[in-house]
């Protein structure tokens, strides 16, 4: 339903003016949610049965292969939480990278709705290439961020629970 009808040149402009804006929109606006936004298992970063602790996305889509060339969010937008490699493994940092996969995923959520509004100023056939260029560019991301949540989910509870374990015995000694 193109509404708006712009040369072919015009058209790529406002397409990449467009796609740029909504891509910096929405990383600003993830980015300024506070983290206890993300701090709820909510129904969106809920791992589901099927998804066996992130091994489906392994098994099905082979995401180790693909992610190391997926671009760093922080470095491009030279903020926000360095997520290629685990950096540390105290219970701070993994609850901040457990987090910070969930914003990342909302992040590329959000980044899939503007697609359709592309069909406004193109035609049908290149609207349609907008939405595949967003499931192609967000959906990938977001099967990261599905692998990579429950593993660190996993190593979070377990020194968790030895943590509370420690302090349980500490505290029946005295």
């Given at each position: 339903m193109q509404l708006?009808?712009?040369?072919?040149?015009?058209?790529?402009?406002?397409?990449?003016?467009?796609?740029?804006?909504?891509?910096?929109?929405?990383?600003?606006?993830?980015?300024?949610?506070?983290?206890?936004?993300f701090q709820k298992n909510s129904l969106l970063y809920r791992t589901r049965k099927w998804e066996a602790e992130?091994?489906?996305w392994q098994n099905h889509f082979n995401v180790k292969k693909y992610a190391k060339y997926i671009?760093?969010?922080?470095?491009i937008l030279g903020s926000g939480f360095y997520k290629r490699k685990l950096q540390q493994k105290e219970m701070n940092y993994l609850e901040t990278f457990i987090i910070e996969t969930k914003r990342a995923e909302l992040t590329h959520w959000l980044s899939i709705?503007?697609?359709?509004?592309?069909?406004?100023?193109?035609?049908?056939?290149?609207?349609?290439?907008m939405v595949i260029y967003a499931l192609m560019f967000n959906?990938?991301?977001?099967?990261?961020?599905?692998?990579?949540?429950?593993?660190l989910e996993k190593v979070f509870n377990r020194k968790k629970e030895k943590y509370?374990?420690?302090?349980?015995?500490s505290s029946s000694i005295e």
């Amino acid at each position: 339903m193109q509404l708006i009808e712009l040369s072919v040149f015009w058209t790529i402009v406002v397409d990449s003016v467009a796609w740029l804006f909504f891509h910096l929109a929405i990383s600003m606006f993830t980015l300024s949610l506070p983290d206890h936004f993300f701090q709820k298992n909510s129904l969106l970063y809920r791992t589901r049965k099927w998804e066996a602790e992130g091994q489906f996305w392994q098994n099905h889509f082979n995401v180790k292969k693909y992610a190391k060339y997926i671009p760093e969010g922080s470095r491009i937008l030279g903020s926000g939480f360095y997520k290629r490699k685990l950096q540390q493994k105290e219970m701070n940092y993994l609850e901040t990278f457990i987090i910070e996969t969930k914003r990342a995923e909302l992040t590329h959520w959000l980044s899939i709705l503007p697609s359709g509004l592309f069909f406004f100023w193109n035609p049908v056939w290149a609207g349609w290439i907008m939405v595949i260029y967003a499931l192609m560019f967000n959906v990938p991301i977001i099967l990261v961020q599905r692998y990579n949540r429950p593993r660190l989910e996993k190593v979070f509870n377990r020194k968790k629970e030895k943590y509370e374990q420690k302090k349980a015995h500490s505290s029946s000694i005295e």
